[in-house]
């Protein structure tokens, strides 16, 4: 009878342990996977990534390439800049008031482009101090002191006058070109 206690007794004890075994393999969580993991490279040589190795090899002091200056909407209406010139980008934002009026501007007595609502044009300066006029029954000025390479916004607008809209012209930013040019089309140039 002894043994057949202790055989039932292992049975049992086998039954339980097998069973134990089986429910801490469902429970228990998956071993990571082992994965290499490569030695760090000597100081001296450089380490490649996929972005890195397409790229030709610079030197440690080399400047980096910033990032664009200009959205693509903003490059393709503004087009190149000219080598050794400052670009002038006047433009005015399309709105109902004053939509009718439009103004020429000038420096000195050459008329450089056509400002209606919703219309831009640029010019390519010389650098150094330019002053720009606009005018009706009121005249407004707006200086610029241009720079070789660089990119200047003067937004136009119109205000109301005693028999005609007054223009103006005011030195803006990039953001308020771009908020403006889905409305705005490239005024023609004037001949």
Same mark, same amino acid.
């Given at each position: 009878?002894?043994?057949?206690?202790?055989?039932?007794?292992?049975?049992?004890?086998?039954?339980?342990?097998?069973?134990?075994?089986?429910?801490?393999?469902?429970?228990?969580?998956?071993?990571?996977?082992?994965?290499?993991?490569?030695?760090?490279?000597?100081?001296?040589?450089?380490?490649?990534?996929?972005?890195?190795?397409?790229?030709?090899?610079?030197?440690?002091?080399?400047?980096?390439?910033?990032?664009?200056?200009?959205?693509?909407? $903003?490059?393709?209406?503004?087009?190149?800049? $000219?080598?050794?010139?400052?670009?002038?980008?006047?433009?005015?934002?399309?709105?109902?008031?004053?939509?009718?009026?439009?103004?020429?501007?000038?420096?000195?007595?050459?008329?450089?482009?056509?400002?209606?609502?919703?219309?831009?044009?640029?010019?390519?300066?010389?650098?150094?101090?330019?002053?720009?006029?606009?005018?009706?029954?009121?005249?407004?000025?707006?200086?610029?002191?241009?720079?070789?390479?660089?990119?200047?916004?003067?937004?136009?607008?119109?205000?109301?006058?005693?028999?005609?809209?007054?223009?103006?012209?005011?030195?803006?930013?990039?953001?308020?070109?771009?908020?403006?040019?889905?409305?705005?089309?490239?005024?023609?140039?004037?001949?």
């Amino acid at each position: 009878m002894t043994s057949r206690v202790f055989s039932s007794f292992a049975g049992c004890a086998l039954a339980l342990s097998l069973s134990a075994g089986i429910h801490a393999q469902e429970s228990a969580p998956a071993a990571p996977k082992e994965t290499a993991v490569p030695a760090p490279a000597p100081a001296s040589t450089p380490v490649a990534t996929p972005a890195a190795a397409a790229a030709p090899s610079k030197p440690a002091n080399a400047p980096v390439a910033e990032a664009p200056k200009y959205s693509e909407a $903003v490059q393709t209406a503004i087009g190149p800049l $000219v080598a050794g010139k400052g670009r002038i980008v006047f433009f005015r934002p399309s709105k109902f008031a004053g939509g009718a009026v439009s103004f020429i501007v000038r420096e000195k007595e050459k008329e450089l482009g056509k400002l209606k609502s919703g219309s831009y044009f640029i010019t390519q300066e010389t650098p150094g101090k330019h002053t720009y006029v606009v005018h009706s029954e009121a005249q407004d000025l707006t200086t610029i002191e241009v720079e070789d390479g660089e990119t200047y916004f003067v937004a136009g607008s119109i205000s109301m006058g005693f028999l005609a809209g007054h223009p103006h012209l005011n030195v803006a930013d990039l953001a308020a070109f771009e908020a403006a040019l889905p409305k705005m089309k490239l005024s023609a140039p004037l001949d």
